[in-house]
């Protein structure tokens, strides 16, 4: 039988990835750059796609290997935007059985403004019919999937809250899940409040079986500098988060990704790290999902069962290729494209 990267036994007869989170509409716009608070920027560009990390993990993942069984898990709104989200993953051939709709709230969106001066974005957020999944809808979910991943906390108001039992909604959610068979996978969204990563998320890690995060939140949840600035990463800081990160419970594998690249400790003493795929700044046309494209490109390599370079590599190759779009997975590859890449090294532009 299989194993994991803790070297833990994996059932066979369960195959493919649930996603379950935010299911958003992400409202697209670039603008020349980012006007200061009053002043005026003139769109140039609108566009409308499927968003939220859920979403995101699992387009890029039907793009990377359509064999691989998918299925979305989460709530829409009855209304216009909710029915093009099912429709459109269902047109990747991903199953939305588990998707529910609400029928007083609207489905959730982003406002996302995107300066073409730099490729930064800014995000205005509408929690919608996301604020309505709890533990009574976890507690309703069932699969046979190999891996639920959850994304995000720390955007879902329904598991953002307190729990007497297991420290946080997000942590009695995670331990749903598991006692249901999945291994269990994490995601956030960026907060700048320390507490709500202390309070909300360090609870949740003893059920997490694989924690991705970028370098803000790993920092957030460490409670320490980020090991990334300007110019530089400190690859041992990093590695020393991701290593406070196993001690704080995470039960088989962390993984830290930045724009320069990626380091993941897995439970058994595995250590890796990994530098991005060079996109000179003049051909980023957003990077909008990069990091829900690193997530599912690692996922993939966990769902698979490769060695954790390998896994890095293939998150790092996918948000390669997202760089070159506008929308959060428009950029998604076939595997053929992203070994082709890897093939050529890490510096290849």
Not at 168 to 188: N, P, Q, V, W, Y
Request: glycine letters at 10%; one cysteine or more; a negative charge.
């Amino acid at each position: 039988m299989a194993e994991d990267h803790a070297g833990v036994p994996v059932d066979p007869a369960r195959v493919g990835i649930l996603a379950v989170g935010n299911l958003i509409i992400d409202k697209t716009h670039r603008v020349p750059a980012y006007p200061a608070e009053s002043f005026l920027a003139v769109i140039a560009a609108s566009s409308a796609s499927p968003g939220g990390g859920a979403i995101n993990v699992l387009f890029d993942l039907a793009q990377v290997d359509p064999a691989l069984p998918l299925a979305l898990a989460g709530l829409v709104g009855d209304d216009e935007d909710g029915r093009f989200l099912r429709a459109a993953a269902e047109a990747r051939h991903i199953h939305t059985g588990r998707v529910g709709v609400v029928a007083e709230r609207p489905t959730s969106f982003t406002q996302v403004m995107i300066s073409e001066s730099n490729a930064t974005r800014t995000f205005f957020h509408a929690h919608g019919a996301n604020s309505r999944l709890d533990l009574g809808y976890i507690q309703a979910l069932e699969g046979r999937e190999r891996i639920a991943h959850v994304a995000y906390l720390l955007l879902l108001e329904g598991l953002d809250v307190p729990d007497r039992a297991f420290g946080s909604g997000g942590a009695h959610a995670l331990a749903l899940l598991r006692s249901k068979g999945f291994r269990t996978s994490l995601d956030l969204v960026s907060d700048s409040d320390p507490a709500r990563y202390r309070d909300l998320v360090v609870p949740a890690l003893a059920h997490t079986d694989y924690l991705i995060v970028n370098d803000v939140e790993a920092a957030g949840l460490t409670g320490t500098a980020s090991a990334t600035g300007a110019d530089a990463v400190d690859w041992a800081a990093a590695f020393a988060q991701a290593e406070r990160l196993l001690d704080l419970g995470v039960r088989e594998l962390v993984v830290i990704h930045f724009p320069a690249g990626a380091v993941a400790v897995s439970r058994a003493g595995e250590r890796h790290r990994q530098p991005a795929f060079h996109v000179p700044k003049a051909r980023v046309v957003s990077s909008l999902g990069a990091g829900d494209a690193f997530c599912a490109g690692t996922l993939y390599g966990i769902h698979q069962g490769f060695g954790l370079a390998r896994c890095l590599e293939l998150g790092a190759a996918l948000a390669h290729f997202n760089l070159f779009a506008a929308s959060a997975t428009d950029g998604a590859v076939p595997i053929a494209q992203l070994d082709a890449l890897i093939a050529a090294g890490p510096v290849a532009g």
